[in-house]
Protein backbone atom coordinates (compact mmCIF):
# COMPACT_ATOMS: atom_id res chain seq x y z
CA UNK A 1 0.00 0.00 0.00
CA UNK A 2 1.00 3.60 -0.44
CA UNK A 3 1.85 5.89 2.11
CA UNK A 4 0.82 9.07 0.15
CA UNK A 5 -1.18 8.88 -2.98
CA UNK A 6 -2.11 12.19 -5.10
CA UNK A 7 -4.40 11.29 -8.00
CA UNK A 8 -5.10 14.12 -10.61
CA UNK A 9 -4.98 17.10 -8.23
CA UNK A 10 -5.58 20.43 -9.72
CA UNK A 11 -6.07 24.02 -8.15
CA UNK A 12 -6.61 27.46 -9.54
CA UNK A 13 -6.42 30.40 -7.73
CA UNK A 14 -7.98 34.11 -8.76
CA UNK A 15 -6.13 37.03 -9.22
CA UNK A 16 -6.50 40.07 -7.11
CA UNK A 17 -7.48 42.74 -9.47
CA UNK A 18 -9.37 40.70 -11.58
CA UNK A 19 -12.41 37.95 -11.75
CA UNK A 20 -10.57 35.41 -14.08
CA UNK A 21 -8.62 32.54 -12.69
CA UNK A 22 -5.36 30.96 -13.03
CA UNK A 23 -4.85 27.40 -12.97
CA UNK A 24 -1.23 26.18 -11.06
CA UNK A 25 -1.59 22.73 -10.56
CA UNK A 26 -3.08 20.34 -13.78
CA UNK A 27 -3.61 16.79 -13.04
CA UNK A 28 -0.86 16.02 -10.95
CA UNK A 29 -0.20 12.20 -9.87
CA UNK A 30 2.08 10.99 -7.88
CA UNK A 31 2.86 8.46 -4.82
CA UNK A 32 5.21 7.49 -2.23
CA UNK A 33 5.75 3.76 -1.06
CA UNK A 34 6.90 2.60 2.89
CA UNK A 35 10.09 3.36 3.45
CA UNK A 36 10.97 5.70 0.52
CA UNK A 37 12.51 9.04 0.21
CA UNK A 38 10.81 10.94 -2.93
CA UNK A 39 12.04 14.21 -3.90
CA UNK A 40 10.14 16.54 -5.43
CA UNK A 41 12.15 18.95 -7.60
CA UNK A 42 11.09 21.95 -10.09
CA UNK A 43 11.43 25.74 -10.26
CA UNK A 44 10.24 28.74 -8.60
CA UNK A 45 6.86 29.04 -8.98
CA UNK A 46 6.12 25.40 -10.06
CA UNK A 47 3.79 24.22 -8.18
CA UNK A 48 5.62 22.41 -5.37
CA UNK A 49 4.61 24.22 -2.16
CA UNK A 50 0.74 24.74 -3.19
CA UNK A 51 0.63 20.98 -3.94
CA UNK A 52 2.19 20.22 -0.14
CA UNK A 53 -0.50 22.38 1.21
CA UNK A 54 -3.17 20.49 -0.58
CA UNK A 55 -1.50 17.40 0.86
CA UNK A 56 -1.77 18.62 4.59
CA UNK A 57 -5.26 19.72 4.16
CA UNK A 58 -4.66 23.52 3.98
CA UNK A 59 -6.16 23.88 0.19
CA UNK A 60 -8.93 22.36 -0.92
CA UNK A 61 -8.07 21.11 -4.72
CA UNK A 62 -10.74 21.66 -7.13
CA UNK A 63 -10.24 18.08 -8.51
CA UNK A 64 -8.57 15.11 -7.95
CA UNK A 65 -7.89 13.99 -4.05
CA UNK A 66 -4.77 12.97 -1.67
CA UNK A 67 -4.89 9.49 0.26
CA UNK A 68 -2.54 8.95 3.31
CA UNK A 69 -2.49 5.42 4.45
CA UNK A 70 -5.59 4.86 2.06
CA UNK A 71 -7.72 7.36 3.67
CA UNK A 72 -8.93 10.34 2.75
CA UNK A 73 -7.23 13.27 3.58
CA UNK A 74 -10.57 14.73 4.76
CA UNK A 75 -10.30 12.13 7.66
CA UNK A 76 -8.23 14.09 9.97
CA UNK A 77 -6.99 11.51 12.30
CA UNK A 78 -4.47 10.72 9.40
CA UNK A 79 -2.36 13.32 10.08
CA UNK A 80 -1.34 12.41 13.98
CA UNK A 81 0.41 9.89 11.82
CA UNK A 82 2.70 13.12 9.93
CA UNK A 83 4.85 15.62 10.45
CA UNK A 84 5.30 18.84 8.61
CA UNK A 85 8.40 21.31 8.31
CA UNK A 86 7.23 24.48 6.23
CA UNK A 87 9.74 26.52 3.61
CA UNK A 88 9.96 29.07 6.01
CA UNK A 89 8.95 28.02 9.64
CA UNK A 90 8.13 30.73 12.03
CA UNK A 91 7.80 29.81 15.77
CA UNK A 92 6.46 31.57 18.49
CA UNK A 93 9.82 33.96 19.82
CA UNK A 94 9.23 34.30 23.38
CA UNK A 95 9.01 30.47 24.10
CA UNK A 96 12.45 28.62 24.60
CA UNK A 97 13.11 25.56 22.48
CA UNK A 98 12.04 22.92 25.39
CA UNK A 99 8.91 24.70 26.27
CA UNK A 100 7.76 25.00 22.27
CA UNK A 101 8.77 21.43 21.92
CA UNK A 102 6.51 20.58 24.92
CA UNK A 103 3.89 22.57 23.38
CA UNK A 104 4.29 20.88 19.57
CA UNK A 105 4.05 17.41 21.67
CA UNK A 106 1.07 17.96 23.65
CA UNK A 107 -0.76 19.50 20.34
CA UNK A 108 0.00 15.55 19.09
CA UNK A 109 -1.40 13.92 21.35
CA UNK A 110 1.85 13.55 23.56
CA UNK A 111 0.97 14.07 27.62
CA UNK A 112 2.90 12.57 30.50
CA UNK A 113 6.49 11.18 31.66
CA UNK A 114 7.36 10.27 27.76
CA UNK A 115 7.36 13.61 26.11
CA UNK A 116 10.55 15.41 28.11
CA UNK A 117 12.69 12.41 27.66
CA UNK A 118 11.70 12.76 23.64
CA UNK A 119 12.34 16.41 23.08
CA UNK A 120 15.80 15.41 24.77
CA UNK A 121 16.06 13.00 22.21
CA UNK A 122 14.80 15.23 19.16
CA UNK A 123 17.15 18.04 20.05
CA UNK A 124 20.03 15.63 20.33
CA UNK A 125 19.27 14.55 16.87
CA UNK A 126 18.99 17.95 15.39
CA UNK A 127 22.20 19.69 17.40
CA UNK A 128 20.10 21.67 20.11
CA UNK A 129 20.77 19.74 23.05
CA UNK A 130 22.35 22.76 24.66
CA UNK A 131 19.77 25.32 23.41
CA UNK A 132 16.38 23.78 24.94
CA UNK A 133 16.33 26.69 27.39
CA UNK A 134 17.06 29.09 24.96
CA UNK A 135 14.40 31.19 23.22
CA UNK A 136 13.51 30.77 20.21
CA UNK A 137 14.27 34.83 19.52
CA UNK A 138 17.54 34.43 20.03
CA UNK A 139 17.93 31.48 17.19
CA UNK A 140 19.52 31.92 13.77
CA UNK A 141 17.48 31.07 10.53
CA UNK A 142 19.63 27.61 10.64
CA UNK A 143 18.73 26.70 14.13
CA UNK A 144 15.40 27.69 13.33
CA UNK A 145 15.68 25.67 10.46
CA UNK A 146 16.46 22.76 12.67
CA UNK A 147 13.97 23.72 15.65
CA UNK A 148 11.47 22.88 12.97
CA UNK A 149 12.80 19.19 11.91
CA UNK A 150 13.23 18.53 15.76
CA UNK A 151 8.67 19.34 15.58
CA UNK A 152 8.31 17.41 12.97
CA UNK A 153 10.08 14.39 14.07
CA UNK A 154 8.49 14.72 17.77
CA UNK A 155 5.48 12.53 17.90
CA UNK A 156 7.43 9.28 15.58
CA UNK A 157 5.44 9.78 12.66
CA UNK A 158 5.29 7.77 9.62
CA UNK A 159 5.16 10.55 6.76
CA UNK A 160 7.07 13.47 6.98
CA UNK A 161 6.52 16.32 4.44
CA UNK A 162 9.48 18.88 4.14
CA UNK A 163 9.48 21.56 2.60
CA UNK A 164 12.91 22.60 1.33
CA UNK A 165 14.35 21.67 4.54
CA UNK A 166 18.11 22.17 3.94
CA UNK A 167 17.21 26.01 3.29
CA UNK A 168 19.14 28.00 5.66
CA UNK A 169 21.65 25.45 6.89
CA UNK A 170 25.33 25.44 6.48
CA UNK A 171 27.32 22.63 5.44
CA UNK A 172 27.73 20.93 8.91
CA UNK A 173 23.73 21.39 9.12
CA UNK A 174 23.06 19.89 5.87
CA UNK A 175 25.19 16.62 6.57
CA UNK A 176 23.24 16.29 9.75
CA UNK A 177 20.21 17.02 8.22
CA UNK A 178 21.07 14.41 5.66
CA UNK A 179 22.23 11.56 8.02
CA UNK A 180 18.55 12.34 9.85
CA UNK A 181 16.68 11.78 6.87
CA UNK A 182 18.88 8.35 5.95
CA UNK A 183 18.46 7.26 9.67
CA UNK A 184 15.08 7.67 9.57
CA UNK A 185 14.56 6.13 6.26
CA UNK A 186 16.52 2.58 7.63
CA UNK A 187 13.91 2.87 10.24
CA UNK A 188 10.86 2.49 7.72
CA UNK A 189 9.89 6.09 7.43
CA UNK A 190 8.21 7.68 4.43
CA UNK A 191 9.99 10.96 3.67
CA UNK A 192 8.72 13.44 0.98
CA UNK A 193 10.34 16.49 0.30
CA UNK A 194 11.28 19.39 -2.12
CA UNK A 195 14.58 21.05 -2.44
CA UNK A 196 16.79 22.97 -4.66
CA UNK A 197 19.96 21.45 -3.70
CA UNK A 198 19.90 18.69 -6.45
CA UNK A 199 23.11 16.45 -5.09
CA UNK A 200 20.92 16.26 -2.05
CA UNK A 201 18.39 14.90 -3.75
CA UNK A 202 20.56 12.23 -5.68
CA UNK A 203 21.95 11.24 -2.27
CA UNK A 204 18.93 10.63 -0.26
CA UNK A 205 16.13 9.93 -2.80
CA UNK A 206 15.14 6.71 -4.11
CA UNK A 207 12.68 8.62 -6.75
CA UNK A 208 12.72 12.23 -7.62
CA UNK A 209 9.62 14.19 -9.53
CA UNK A 210 9.71 16.61 -11.72
CA UNK A 211 7.45 19.40 -11.77
CA UNK A 212 6.78 22.48 -13.98
CA UNK A 213 4.66 24.38 -14.86
CA UNK A 214 1.74 22.44 -12.57
CA UNK A 215 2.49 19.41 -14.01
CA UNK A 216 4.05 16.30 -13.39
CA UNK A 217 7.02 16.30 -16.25
CA UNK A 218 9.14 13.00 -15.06
CA UNK A 219 9.63 10.76 -12.33
CA UNK A 220 13.22 9.39 -12.16
CA UNK A 221 14.59 7.07 -9.58
CA UNK A 222 18.21 6.54 -8.60
CA UNK A 223 18.48 2.95 -10.69
CA UNK A 224 16.98 4.87 -13.92
CA UNK A 225 19.67 7.47 -13.47
CA UNK A 226 22.51 5.43 -13.69
CA UNK A 227 21.78 2.92 -16.70
CA UNK A 228 20.93 6.47 -18.63
CA UNK A 229 24.58 6.76 -17.66
CA UNK A 230 25.29 4.43 -20.54
CA UNK A 231 29.32 4.19 -18.62
CA UNK A 232 30.53 4.77 -15.38
CA UNK A 233 29.51 6.26 -12.67
CA UNK A 234 31.10 8.83 -10.61
CA UNK A 235 30.70 8.72 -6.10
CA UNK A 236 32.12 11.51 -4.46
CA UNK A 237 32.49 10.99 -0.60
CA UNK A 238 34.27 12.06 2.39
CA UNK A 239 35.58 10.35 4.96
CA UNK A 240 36.18 6.89 3.86
CA UNK A 241 38.94 5.06 5.45
CA UNK A 242 41.41 2.92 4.59
CA UNK A 243 39.69 -0.13 5.06
CA UNK A 244 36.39 0.78 3.37
CA UNK A 245 38.48 1.46 -0.02
CA UNK A 246 39.89 -2.21 0.79
CA UNK A 247 36.56 -3.58 0.64
CA UNK A 248 35.34 -1.51 -2.62
CA UNK A 249 38.82 -1.75 -4.39
CA UNK A 250 37.73 -4.09 -6.74
CA UNK A 251 34.86 -2.56 -7.97
CA UNK A 252 36.69 0.96 -8.63
CA UNK A 253 38.08 2.39 -11.79
CA UNK A 254 40.09 5.41 -10.35
CA UNK A 255 39.92 6.71 -7.47
CA UNK A 256 41.17 10.62 -6.71
CA UNK A 257 41.71 12.15 -2.87
CA UNK A 258 41.41 15.77 -2.13
CA UNK A 259 41.34 16.42 1.46
CA UNK A 260 38.58 14.38 2.87
CA UNK A 261 37.03 14.14 -0.10
CA UNK A 262 37.23 10.83 -2.77
CA UNK A 263 36.18 10.94 -5.66
CA UNK A 264 35.97 7.27 -6.93
CA UNK A 265 35.00 6.16 -10.78
CA UNK A 266 32.69 2.51 -10.61
CA UNK A 267 33.12 0.72 -13.80
CA UNK A 268 29.89 -1.22 -13.98
CA UNK A 269 26.32 0.40 -12.43
CA UNK A 270 25.59 -2.83 -11.04
CA UNK A 271 28.48 -2.50 -8.52
CA UNK A 272 27.09 1.25 -7.74
CA UNK A 273 24.76 0.53 -4.72
CA UNK A 274 27.44 -1.85 -3.20
CA UNK A 275 29.82 0.82 -3.31
CA UNK A 276 27.29 3.17 -1.63
CA UNK A 277 26.54 0.67 1.02
CA UNK A 278 29.87 -0.12 1.73
CA UNK A 279 30.84 3.54 2.17
CA UNK A 280 27.71 4.40 4.17
CA UNK A 281 28.62 1.29 6.68
CA UNK A 282 32.00 3.35 7.56
CA UNK A 283 30.57 5.73 8.59
CA UNK A 284 31.30 7.75 5.45
CA UNK A 285 29.44 10.90 4.20
CA UNK A 286 28.21 10.38 0.11
CA UNK A 287 28.41 13.70 -0.93
CA UNK A 288 26.87 13.00 -4.64
CA UNK A 289 26.56 9.92 -7.00
CA UNK A 290 26.27 10.64 -10.94
CA UNK A 291 26.08 9.58 -14.28
CA UNK A 292 29.67 10.45 -15.73
CA UNK A 293 27.37 11.10 -18.79
CA UNK A 294 24.00 12.43 -17.35
CA UNK A 295 23.20 13.42 -13.88
CA UNK A 296 19.43 14.79 -12.00
CA UNK A 297 21.02 17.90 -12.96
CA UNK A 298 21.11 17.38 -16.65
CA UNK A 299 17.66 15.84 -16.37
CA UNK A 300 16.57 18.68 -14.33
CA UNK A 301 17.45 21.68 -16.52
CA UNK A 302 16.09 19.55 -20.01
CA UNK A 303 13.20 19.24 -18.61
CA UNK A 304 12.56 22.82 -17.03
CA UNK A 305 14.88 25.15 -19.68
CA UNK A 306 13.21 27.80 -21.45
CA UNK A 307 12.77 27.57 -25.23
CA UNK A 308 15.56 28.59 -27.51
CA UNK A 309 15.00 31.68 -29.00
CA UNK A 310 14.75 32.46 -32.64
CA UNK A 311 17.38 33.07 -34.43
CA UNK A 312 15.72 35.89 -35.69
CA UNK A 313 14.78 37.34 -32.74
CA UNK A 314 18.50 36.84 -31.44
CA UNK A 315 19.87 38.53 -34.12
CA UNK A 316 17.94 41.68 -33.61
CA UNK A 317 18.26 41.53 -30.03
CA UNK A 318 22.13 41.67 -30.17
CA UNK A 319 21.72 44.49 -32.82
CA UNK A 320 23.18 47.55 -31.09
CA UNK A 321 20.88 50.68 -30.13
CA UNK A 322 21.71 53.17 -33.14
CA UNK A 323 22.84 56.55 -30.91
CA UNK A 324 20.85 59.77 -31.98
CA UNK A 325 23.02 62.53 -32.76
Known sequence: ??????EDVSKSFRGDMSFRSREVLHGVSFSVGVGEILGFLGPNGAGKTTTIKIILGLLRPDGGHVEIFGNLISDRSVMSHVGFLPET???????????????????????????????????????????LGQRLKGFSKGMIQRAGLAQAILHDPELLILDEPFSGLDPLGRIMVRDILVDLRARGKTIFFSSHILPDMEVLCNRTCIIRDGRIVRTVSLDELIRMGGGAVEVTA?????????????????KTISGEEVFLV???????????????????????????????????LNEVKPPAIPEVMRSNREKPTPVRS
Not at 1 to 6: A, K, P, S, W
Not at 238 to 248: A, L, P, V
Open 1 to 6: MDVLRV
Open 89 to 131: PYFFPHLSLREFLSFCGRMSGMHGGPLPGRIEQVAAMVGLQGR
Open 238 to 254: RGCSETCFEKIDRYIES
Open 266 to 300: VGEQRNVREVIRHISASDAEIIRVASQHLSLENIF
